[in-house]
Protein backbone atom coordinates (compact mmCIF):
# COMPACT_ATOMS: atom_id res chain seq x y z
CA UNK A 1 0.00 0.00 0.00
CA UNK A 2 1.08 3.43 -0.99
CA UNK A 3 2.22 5.49 2.23
CA UNK A 4 0.04 8.31 3.37
CA UNK A 5 2.98 10.37 3.97
CA UNK A 6 6.04 10.65 2.16
CA UNK A 7 8.87 13.06 2.83
CA UNK A 8 11.74 12.80 -0.19
CA UNK A 9 15.13 15.17 -0.44
CA UNK A 10 12.99 17.41 2.04
CA UNK A 11 15.58 20.54 2.71
CA UNK A 12 15.11 23.96 3.99
CA UNK A 13 16.74 26.78 4.03
CA UNK A 14 15.54 30.09 5.82
CA UNK A 15 16.55 33.28 4.46
CA UNK A 16 18.84 34.04 7.61
CA UNK A 17 20.87 31.03 5.10
CA UNK A 18 20.32 28.61 8.10
CA UNK A 19 19.73 25.44 7.14
CA UNK A 20 17.02 23.81 9.57
CA UNK A 21 16.33 20.45 7.11
CA UNK A 22 19.05 18.20 5.18
CA UNK A 23 17.69 15.89 2.98
CA UNK A 24 15.21 13.75 5.01
CA UNK A 25 13.40 11.06 3.69
CA UNK A 26 10.75 9.88 5.57
CA UNK A 27 7.33 7.41 4.62
CA UNK A 28 4.52 6.63 6.88
CA UNK A 29 2.16 4.03 6.51
CA UNK A 30 -1.34 4.18 7.29
CA UNK A 31 -2.36 3.50 10.73
CA UNK A 32 1.84 3.97 12.60
CA UNK A 33 2.20 6.20 15.33
CA UNK A 34 5.18 7.92 14.32
CA UNK A 35 7.77 10.33 16.86
CA UNK A 36 9.85 12.59 16.35
CA UNK A 37 12.26 12.63 18.53
CA UNK A 38 14.94 15.70 19.18
CA UNK A 39 16.05 18.56 20.79
CA UNK A 40 15.49 22.16 20.89
CA UNK A 41 15.99 23.63 17.74
CA UNK A 42 16.51 20.14 15.96
CA UNK A 43 14.10 20.82 13.11
CA UNK A 44 11.31 19.13 14.18
CA UNK A 45 8.41 22.02 13.92
CA UNK A 46 9.97 22.89 10.92
CA UNK A 47 9.64 19.55 9.37
CA UNK A 48 6.00 19.19 10.51
CA UNK A 49 5.33 23.12 9.20
CA UNK A 50 6.32 22.41 5.82
CA UNK A 51 4.26 19.21 5.47
CA UNK A 52 1.21 21.12 6.61
CA UNK A 53 2.32 23.90 3.81
CA UNK A 54 2.86 26.94 6.61
CA UNK A 55 6.47 27.43 5.57
CA UNK A 56 7.85 26.75 1.72
CA UNK A 57 9.97 23.78 1.31
CA UNK A 58 13.64 24.64 -0.34
CA UNK A 59 14.12 21.55 -2.10
CA UNK A 60 12.50 17.76 -2.11
CA UNK A 61 8.89 16.70 -2.49
CA UNK A 62 6.45 15.96 -0.35
CA UNK A 63 3.31 14.02 -0.71
CA UNK A 64 0.34 13.43 1.51
CA UNK A 65 -2.44 10.88 0.16
CA UNK A 66 -0.95 11.17 -2.58
CA UNK A 67 -0.70 14.55 -3.32
CA UNK A 68 1.99 16.88 -3.76
CA UNK A 69 1.95 19.22 -1.37
CA UNK A 70 3.09 22.18 -3.17
CA UNK A 71 1.04 21.65 -6.17
CA UNK A 72 -2.22 20.30 -4.89
CA UNK A 73 -1.46 22.04 -1.90
CA UNK A 74 -5.32 22.47 -1.14
CA UNK A 75 -6.40 18.66 -1.56
CA UNK A 76 -2.55 17.98 0.43
CA UNK A 77 -3.75 20.20 3.02
CA UNK A 78 -7.37 18.69 3.26
CA UNK A 79 -5.44 15.41 4.13
CA UNK A 80 -3.92 16.67 6.99
CA UNK A 81 -5.40 17.38 11.12
CA UNK A 82 -2.30 19.76 12.75
CA UNK A 83 -2.65 20.43 16.59
CA UNK A 84 -0.46 23.30 16.93
CA UNK A 85 1.65 23.96 20.47
CA UNK A 86 -0.98 26.49 21.33
CA UNK A 87 -4.28 26.41 22.23
CA UNK A 88 -5.81 28.22 19.61
CA UNK A 89 -9.94 28.32 20.79
CA UNK A 90 -11.80 30.71 21.70
CA UNK A 91 -13.11 29.95 25.57
CA UNK A 92 -16.72 31.13 25.30
CA UNK A 93 -17.29 28.65 22.30
CA UNK A 94 -19.05 25.11 22.99
CA UNK A 95 -17.45 21.63 22.37
CA UNK A 96 -19.54 21.06 19.47
CA UNK A 97 -19.99 24.05 17.84
CA UNK A 98 -16.19 25.00 18.00
CA UNK A 99 -15.41 21.18 16.33
CA UNK A 100 -18.30 20.85 13.85
CA UNK A 101 -17.55 24.42 12.45
CA UNK A 102 -13.78 23.49 12.10
CA UNK A 103 -14.99 20.96 9.59
CA UNK A 104 -16.53 23.68 7.84
CA UNK A 105 -13.35 25.43 7.42
CA UNK A 106 -12.26 22.63 5.11
CA UNK A 107 -15.35 23.01 2.81
CA UNK A 108 -16.64 19.83 3.75
CA UNK A 109 -20.38 18.95 4.57
CA UNK A 110 -21.60 18.39 7.45
CA UNK A 111 -21.16 15.12 9.05
CA UNK A 112 -22.75 14.64 12.22
CA UNK A 113 -21.86 10.79 12.68
CA UNK A 114 -18.37 12.20 12.31
CA UNK A 115 -18.23 14.84 14.36
CA UNK A 116 -20.12 12.60 17.40
CA UNK A 117 -17.58 9.60 16.48
CA UNK A 118 -14.65 11.68 17.33
CA UNK A 119 -15.84 13.12 20.65
CA UNK A 120 -16.54 10.03 21.66
CA UNK A 121 -13.47 8.53 20.96
CA UNK A 122 -12.12 11.95 23.16
CA UNK A 123 -14.65 11.19 25.70
CA UNK A 124 -15.42 14.50 25.02
CA UNK A 125 -19.40 13.65 23.86
CA UNK A 126 -20.41 13.93 27.28
CA UNK A 127 -19.15 18.10 27.43
CA UNK A 128 -19.76 18.84 24.40
CA UNK A 129 -22.57 21.52 25.75
CA UNK A 130 -20.30 22.92 27.77
CA UNK A 131 -17.75 25.97 27.03
CA UNK A 132 -14.44 25.67 26.80
CA UNK A 133 -13.89 27.45 29.53
CA UNK A 134 -15.25 25.76 32.24
CA UNK A 135 -12.76 22.59 30.57
CA UNK A 136 -10.01 21.09 32.59
CA UNK A 137 -6.41 21.95 30.51
CA UNK A 138 -6.77 18.11 29.54
CA UNK A 139 -9.64 18.33 28.32
CA UNK A 140 -9.48 22.07 26.48
CA UNK A 141 -6.07 20.09 24.61
CA UNK A 142 -8.44 17.13 23.90
CA UNK A 143 -11.04 19.64 22.29
CA UNK A 144 -7.70 20.79 20.14
CA UNK A 145 -7.22 17.16 18.71
CA UNK A 146 -11.26 16.62 18.17
CA UNK A 147 -11.02 20.35 15.68
CA UNK A 148 -8.20 18.48 13.84
CA UNK A 149 -9.96 15.33 13.23
CA UNK A 150 -13.00 17.10 12.67
CA UNK A 151 -12.42 17.04 8.60
CA UNK A 152 -12.02 13.09 8.55
CA UNK A 153 -8.11 13.55 7.69
CA UNK A 154 -5.30 10.64 6.68
CA UNK A 155 -2.82 11.72 8.83
CA UNK A 156 -2.80 13.82 12.44
CA UNK A 157 0.46 15.70 13.42
CA UNK A 158 0.92 16.89 17.36
CA UNK A 159 3.26 19.59 17.87
CA UNK A 160 5.18 18.76 21.26
CA UNK A 161 1.51 17.91 22.77
CA UNK A 162 2.98 17.51 26.26
CA UNK A 163 5.00 20.52 26.15
CA UNK A 164 5.06 22.59 29.65
CA UNK A 165 2.09 20.52 30.56
CA UNK A 166 2.67 18.21 34.25
CA UNK A 167 2.96 14.63 34.68
CA UNK A 168 -0.88 13.97 34.92
CA UNK A 169 -1.73 15.71 31.54
CA UNK A 170 1.44 14.08 29.98
CA UNK A 171 -0.05 10.62 31.03
CA UNK A 172 -3.53 11.59 30.14
CA UNK A 173 -1.74 12.37 26.77
CA UNK A 174 -0.21 9.51 25.91
CA UNK A 175 -3.65 7.71 27.00
CA UNK A 176 -5.49 9.67 24.61
CA UNK A 177 -2.83 8.58 21.96
CA UNK A 178 -3.06 5.15 22.29
CA UNK A 179 -7.04 5.10 22.58
CA UNK A 180 -7.11 7.38 18.69
CA UNK A 181 -4.31 4.39 18.11
CA UNK A 182 -7.34 2.10 18.62
CA UNK A 183 -9.38 4.41 16.58
CA UNK A 184 -6.93 3.25 13.46
CA UNK A 185 -5.73 7.01 13.54
CA UNK A 186 -2.10 7.55 11.87
CA UNK A 187 -0.24 10.41 13.69
CA UNK A 188 2.91 11.63 14.02
CA UNK A 189 3.97 13.85 17.25
CA UNK A 190 7.29 15.32 18.54
CA UNK A 191 8.56 15.28 21.41
CA UNK A 192 11.92 15.73 23.26
CA UNK A 193 11.39 12.71 25.61
CA UNK A 194 12.64 9.14 24.47
CA UNK A 195 10.53 7.86 27.50
CA UNK A 196 7.41 9.42 25.98
CA UNK A 197 8.15 8.33 22.36
CA UNK A 198 8.24 4.88 24.01
CA UNK A 199 5.03 5.45 25.52
CA UNK A 200 3.16 6.14 22.18
CA UNK A 201 4.85 5.23 19.45
CA UNK A 202 5.21 2.16 17.19
CA UNK A 203 7.97 3.83 15.01
CA UNK A 204 10.62 6.41 16.59
CA UNK A 205 12.93 8.70 14.12
CA UNK A 206 15.72 10.80 15.96
CA UNK A 207 16.27 14.32 14.55
CA UNK A 208 19.51 16.25 15.21
CA UNK A 209 20.81 19.68 13.68
CA UNK A 210 18.45 18.93 10.73
CA UNK A 211 19.54 15.46 10.01
CA UNK A 212 17.11 12.67 10.16
CA UNK A 213 19.71 10.86 11.67
CA UNK A 214 17.37 7.58 13.06
CA UNK A 215 14.39 5.93 12.39
CA UNK A 216 13.68 2.73 13.87
CA UNK A 217 10.77 0.55 15.31
CA UNK A 218 10.45 1.16 18.84
CA UNK A 219 11.16 -2.10 20.17
CA UNK A 220 14.46 -2.73 18.30
CA UNK A 221 15.52 0.90 19.56
CA UNK A 222 14.98 -0.13 22.96
CA UNK A 223 17.11 -3.56 22.17
CA UNK A 224 19.95 -1.73 20.95
CA UNK A 225 20.13 1.14 23.50
CA UNK A 226 19.55 -1.73 26.14
CA UNK A 227 21.25 0.10 29.03
CA UNK A 228 22.72 2.77 27.39
CA UNK A 229 18.89 4.01 27.31
CA UNK A 230 19.39 4.50 31.36
CA UNK A 231 22.25 7.02 30.54
CA UNK A 232 20.33 8.74 27.63
CA UNK A 233 17.50 9.20 30.18
CA UNK A 234 19.22 10.30 32.71
CA UNK A 235 21.29 13.05 30.99
P1 LIG B 1 11.71 23.04 19.61
O1 LIG B 1 11.73 21.69 20.22
O2 LIG B 1 12.41 24.06 20.42
O3 LIG B 1 10.34 23.48 19.15
P2 LIG B 1 12.35 22.25 16.89
O4 LIG B 1 13.07 20.95 16.79
O5 LIG B 1 10.91 22.25 16.62
O6 LIG B 1 12.65 22.92 18.29
P3 LIG B 1 12.52 24.24 14.84
O7 LIG B 1 11.55 25.19 15.49
O8 LIG B 1 12.11 23.48 13.66
O9 LIG B 1 13.12 23.24 15.93
O10 LIG B 1 13.83 25.11 14.50
C1 LIG B 1 14.96 24.53 13.83
C2 LIG B 1 16.00 25.61 13.65
O11 LIG B 1 15.56 26.56 12.65
C3 LIG B 1 16.30 26.42 14.91
O12 LIG B 1 17.68 26.64 15.01
C4 LIG B 1 15.56 27.71 14.68
O13 LIG B 1 16.23 28.80 15.32
C5 LIG B 1 15.64 27.87 13.17
N1 LIG B 1 14.51 28.64 12.64
C6 LIG B 1 13.19 28.37 12.83
N2 LIG B 1 12.44 29.28 12.19
C7 LIG B 1 13.29 30.15 11.59
C8 LIG B 1 13.13 31.31 10.76
N3 LIG B 1 11.93 31.76 10.44
N4 LIG B 1 14.26 31.94 10.32
C9 LIG B 1 15.49 31.47 10.64
N5 LIG B 1 15.71 30.37 11.40
C10 LIG B 1 14.64 29.73 11.87
Redesign the pocket.
Known sequence: MAPVLSVQGASKR???G?E?LKSVDLEIEKGEIFALL??????????ISIICGLVNLTEGKITVGGHDIVRDHRKARSMIGLVPQELTTDQFEKVYDTVSFSRGLFGKPANPAHIERVLKDLTLWDKRDNQLRTLSGGMKRRVMIAKALSHEPEVLFLD?PTAGVDVELRRDMWEVVRGLREAGVTIIL?T?YLEEAEEMADRIGV?SR?ELVLVEEKTELMRKLGQKRLTLLLT
Open positions: YDSFAGPNGAGKTTLETHIG
